[in-house]
Antibody, heavy 122, light 107 residues
């Protein structure tokens, strides 16, 4: 049974940092690219970042470039999101998701975690 | 960037109703579209991929159709477990883009 469990969320002041983790089980983690997706209050889902299976290729939505860093530890089956210089607009529920690649070059997600809440407020 | 627009944003329906949700893309995405069901406090669940392919284990009352710029998710007979928010997502281009979501409420 595939499981993804996020942790590390919390309440933080603007400008501070937070590190999210996503512990996975039930599949060969090192075989798959992984993503972070967020949902701000009252908003739809927003893709945040993608990391290739071996950690070589990283991609980010423009709004987090230079502030967020996605990484992984394949020996521990864990995905991370280091979030620096946090802004109030980063307030959201953050999900990790396992990708399914398509010949279009895009990705959809066949398994998700339940999310961890990040609130940025003074 | 491709924009994805879902309608309606909220839908009130009764158990047994046939429900249709629409997702429109700002440009053609062929059939590179997925649908997810999302309940509060739970992980989003993949229902449909490639516009009309049913994910393993998803009840056949769910179906997807469309190509190009217009897509629909249909629930043939709404069940109590189906009250949730539904999201479409394009994967024609590298950056996944989601629609704004459709909340299906009890009438």
């Amino acid at each position: 049974q595939i499981q993804l469990v996020e942790s590390g969320g919390g309440v933080v002041q603007p400008g501070r940092s937070l590190r999210l983790s996503c512990a996975v089980s039930g599949f060969t983690f090192s075989t798959y690219g992984m993503h972070w997706v967020r949902q701000a209050p009252g908003q739809g889902l927003e893709w945040v970042a993608r990391l290739s299976n071996d950690g070589s290729y990283k991609y980010y939505v423009d709004s987090v470039k230079g502030r967020f860093t996605i990484s992984r530890d394949n020996s521990k089956n864990t995905l991370f999101l280091q979030m620096n210089s946090l802004r109030p607009e980063d307030t959201a529920l953050y999900y990790c998701a396992k990708e399914v690649g398509a010949t279009s070059g895009g990705y959809y997600f066949d398994h998700w975690g339940q999310g961890t809440q990040v609130t940025v407020s003074s | 960037d491709i924009q994805m627009t879902q309608s309606p944003s909220t839908l009130s329906a009764s158990v047994g109703d046939r429900v249709t949700i629409t997702c429109r893309a700002s440009q053609s995405i062929s059939d590179w579209l997925a649908w997810y069901q999302h309940k509060p406090g739970k992980a989003p669940k993949l229902l449909i991929y490639k516009a009309s392919s049913l994910e393993y284990g998803v009840p056949p009352r769910f179906s997807g159709s469309g190509s190009g710029t217009e897509f629909t998710l249909t629930i043939s007979s709404l069940q109590p477990d189906d009250f949730a928010t539904y999201h479409c997502q394009q994967y024609n281009s590298f950056s996944p883009i989601f629609g704004g979501g459709t909340k299906v409420e009890i009438k």
